[in-house]
């Protein structure tokens, strides 16, 4: 099984391509593919890239293959090297990448497209803060000016296509931490970035990057060392603070909101 729904000449050119790659993910796929269709956008492309699903999402997608623009399923070497197969068809002037199991905000779109219409350079990110599905919908924000120590948050980033363009696609080579690789990129190169204080997205913790959290703490620390220059020492030190604060947190999960209060 390969390309299920291709309907992208019936679309010539769309403003807002959005990916979603998935694997077995029925518990949330029709959240997630429901979040993206509801939004008042009618120039939209919508590719949503399987790894060879064996459960019920397949079945879920189809429900909704009037509003999918693309759909392809075959297994494949991973997150990062489903949403390249995206990335390289996509078509949107505004890409956005949303996981399987978080969704976008009613009004995220109309956001993004406002301020994306304000600015002059086709190169450029932006970005907006999230809530936390099982937190109380607490919204958290984390700043494109963090990004030598820390990843923004992904499912509320929208990159233009010519950035993609410039820069390149996602390294295969990472597999957990890929975006954040392209992200620092993005930074180091001097891509624009520009802030939305209100949250584009829903973000439900306990998905991949969570449940690899050791292996997403070490490719972070790998890539800072690769793009940074900081020597090996550094790199293993940041990547055992970084662990221990995890398990810490894991273990006395109110220190977290402790640190939000002060």
């Known amino acids: 099984m390969s390309v299920i729904i291709d309907k992208r000449t019936s679309l010539p050119n769309p403003k807002f ?3 979603t790659v ?5 518990a949330h796929i029709e959240s997630c593919v429901r979040s993206v269709i509801s939004q008042n956008q009618p120039n939209l492309e919508y590719i949503i890239i399987d790894g060879g699903s064996t459960d019920d999402t397949l079945r879920i997608i189809d429900k909704y293959k009037d509003n999918i623009t693309y759909l392809r399923s075959e297994t494949d070497n991973g997150i990062y090297d489903g949403l390249n197969k995206g990335l390289e068809i996509s078509r949107g002037e505004i890409i956005g990448i949303l996981n399987s199991d978080d969704q976008y905000k009613s009004n995220a779109f109309q956001l993004v497209s ?8 086709k190169s450029h990110v932006i970005y907006g803060a999230i809530e936390l599905k099982d937190l109380n919908f607490n919204t958290r924000f984390i700043s494109h000016e963090e990004l030598a120590s820390r990843m923004i948050y992904h499912p509320a980033t929208f990159v233009t296509k010519r950035t993609y363009e410039e820069l390149g696609l996602f390294n295969r080579n990472f597999k957990v931490a890929g975006d954040y690789d392209f992200m620092l990129r993005c930074f180091l190169a001097n891509v624009d970035f520009h802030a939305i204080s209100l949250p584009l997205a829903i973000y439900t913790p306990g998905g991949y990057s969570d449940k690899n959290w050791k292996k997403s703490i070490y490719e972070t620390a790998r890539i800072q060392g690769i793009h940074l220059k900081k020597p090996f020492y550094k790199t293993l030190f940041i990547f055992i603070a970084t662990m221990v604060k995890t398990l810490v947190l894991k273990k006395f999960p109110m220190l977290l909101f402790w640190r939000q209060r002060k």
């Open 17 to 19: 391509s959005i990916i």
């Open 22 to 26: 998935v694997l077995n993910g029925e």
């Open 114 to 121: 406002e301020l994306h219409a304000n600015l002059l350079t």
